[in-house]
């Protein structure tokens, strides 16, 4: 399918892999995508901004990749910011068109309805979208599909509408008349209000008073405030609404709070600027509110991506009612769109489309792209698979491997691995359910294609191994049919969620006997390795402290959902197979004791202390909270065994104490590109998987059991 993405500030339209329809979502063919003269343009602005400048105006990020320099090091930081930099990212968030497909749990709406989308990173300029269905509405008969396709911006100038309360009779303000601001003043008419607007451009002025503004006024030509005190008989309006877009700009909000009567409400809708001075808010006593795009539900993402809606009576206008009430009001003809159209497109024309919001004068408000519905065959727009014509040649004797899944964690850490690793793996495919970045993936580390299905490399023949790097709620599933379709399977942690998962993935590992090998890579680390060198002799039972400051992360955070399993299944997993590694020994006990938390942001998950006594005699702690800070560094392991001391910090450095052995120190090293080298040896050599199949479910075992020893009522838990 086609898709329009940017790239260093420029525009360019290109082929990538359709999505495939999911739960809760629906498969959409695209008639028409709105350009947003605002967001969208600034965005295009901001992308082919230089680092330095996006380093001046984010210092938060600046502040993140210093931390991330200081654990990871030069090399994969300088990786990371090139990849960040160099990648194409999509554009839109507002169109039209006809249900393919709809996913399981969504009613309603069916294959054949004309809707119409919603949503930034999801209703994208592109002939097919995967769009969630609180943010799918469908589209009156009276509608065009090229009206339906302002949707979004419809809902925003709604919500803003909304939050300002208008009453019969009152005056508003609207400043700015751009596409959103000439939508709020016919809501505003509609709400039987007198309205007063003002902009820079003449036409635009003038436009907005055919549609029904009552005062238009040309910012640069008048003294506004002078004028709104002239028509309210010195009051001033009962409510501004802020649509201009000019971030930075903080003498709008300014002289929005000095038009504005005493008491009276200034709703900010557009990205301007927050500099707001003491008075007169002060003097007034005024209302400053912010407006969120469309409406409540936005950045929810229970009820975006999960489809959880709000209840009506609590909730009477959530954001999928907004828009559905803003195409009602287009059927009735007391909204008028087609009127702010300034031109439309051919998608394949969209840098010019672009070109013109940006040079044409006078510029236009609105700028749709046309995607040929009904010309094109679907079929065509369907396909899932991009083939690339590789310039580097096939080694005879090098695994294949398909990445299925390609999100920061495999684009910085084993896609990185992989290449460094040339003279054992070949990257042949790429997977991501997002169609650009499978593409982009796949271009940046020279695989030889890429997909949005990974059915597509399991059935290729020429795929040796395949590396899943989902979210963990698919590790399972994948590897099995991975294995069942005779693929080696390398899977990121956690090897399954649950006993049952976990099975039914052994039975079939059996079954097939194919490799397989699950990524915990602390055991592969020159730390960890160095340790069990120098404890291979022992005498005794060994006792291992490893605190963990794991970090805070939002119970929301999909980690903590059934898609990730919680941090015990998803993350502790790392350090039960390291205690088992160093023991060599069957656990014949486990204590778990978490704290109980006063406040419902923090989960006993997160922070608890797990004791495993082995049958050697070894006695092995993992202390892992959520509770410190990110000075702190995450990892820190004590191993005391006869009479020595061995401490890994942070897996930098090895400190031996009570003997004269060397420890070891370097950059940080958790194990990923070793475990990668010594699976692929495996795999080449035909010999025995890095660890075995009785390891790897061990260590799974433990951590599903210390997962189920948490009460399901405990105060707090995720």
Known sequence: MKQVLVRRGKITVEDVPAPLVGEGNVLVEVAYSLISTGTEVEGLKRSGESLVRKAIEHPEQVKKLARFLA????????????????????????????????????????????????????????????????????????????????????????????????????????????????????????????????DLKKDRVALAQELGLDWGFVSSEVDLQKEVLHLTEGHGVDAAIITAAAPGD????????????????????????????????????????????????????????????????????????????????????????????????????????????????????????????????????????????????????????????????????????????????????????????????????????????????????????????????????????????????FSEKPMALNKRELNELVEVLKETRVPFMVGFNRRFSPAAMRVKELIKDRQNPIIVIYRVNAGYIPLDHWVHTEEGGGRIIGEACHMFDLFNYFTESEVESIDVSAISPKTEHISSKDNFVATLKYTDGSVCTLIYTALGPAELPKEYIEVYCDGKTFVIDDFKELRVYGSKAKGWKGPQDKGHLQELKEFGRALRDAGAWPISLDELVRATEISILVNQGFSNDSAGDG
């Open 71 to 198: 654990e990871k090091g030069i090399k994969k930081t300088l990786a990371l910011v090139r990849g960040k930099v160099g990648t194409a990212h999509p554009l839109g968030y507002s169109c039209s068109g006809v249900v393919i497909q709809v996913g399981e749990g969504v009613e309603g709406i069916k294959p054949g309805d004309r809707v119409a989308c919603a949503g930034a990173g999801k209703a994208n300029h592109a002939e097919i979208v995967l769009v969630p269905k609180n943010l799918v509405v469908k589209v009156p008969e009276d509608v065009s599909l090229r009206d339906a396709s302002s949707v979004a911006l419809g809902a925003i100038a709604m919500q803003g509408v909304r939050r300002a309360d208008p009453k019969f009779g009152e005056i508003v303000a609207v400043i700015g008349l751009g596409l959103l601001g000439q939508l709020t003043v016919q809501l505003l008419k509609i709400s039987g209000c007198r309205v007063i607007g003002c």
């Open 250 to 489: 903080n003498t709008i909000v300014q002289l929005a709070t000095e038009v504005t009567r005493k008491k009276g409400r200034v709703v900010i809708v557009g990205d301007v600027g927050l500099g707001l001075k003491r008075s007169p808010l002060y003097e007034k006593e005024l209302d400053v509110l912010i407006s969120t795009s469309y409406g409540p539900g936005r950045y929810d993402e229970a009820y975006e991506g999960k489809g959880v809606d709000y209840p009506y009576a609590y909730v009477r206008w959530t954001e999928k009612r907004n828009m559905e009430e803003y195409l009602r009001l287009l059927a009735e003809g007391r909204v008028t769109f087609s009127r702010l159209i300034g031109g439309i497109y051919p998608v394949e024309q969209a840098l010019k489309a672009y070109q013109a919001l940006q040079e044409s004068e006078p510029r236009p408000l609105a700028v749709l792209l046309d995607y040929h519905l009904g010309e094109v065959d679907t079929s065509q727009k369907l396909k899932t698979k991009i083939e690339f014509v590789s310039a580097a040649r096939a080694q005879s004797g090098r695994i294949k491997v398909a990445v299925i899944g390609a999100g920061n964690f495999a684009k910085t850490i084993h896609l990185p691995n992989l290449q460094k690793l040339s003279n054992l793996y070949e990257i042949h495919a790429i997977v991501s359910a997002t169609g650009s970045n499978a593409k982009e993936t796949a271009r940046q580390f020279g695989a030889a294609y890429c997909s949005t299905d990974y059915h597509d490399v399991l059935a290729d023949e020429d795929v040796d191994m395949v590396m899943i790097c989902t979210r963990h709620n698919l590790h399972a599933k994948i590897a099995m049919e991975a294995a069942k379709a005779g693929k080696a399977v």
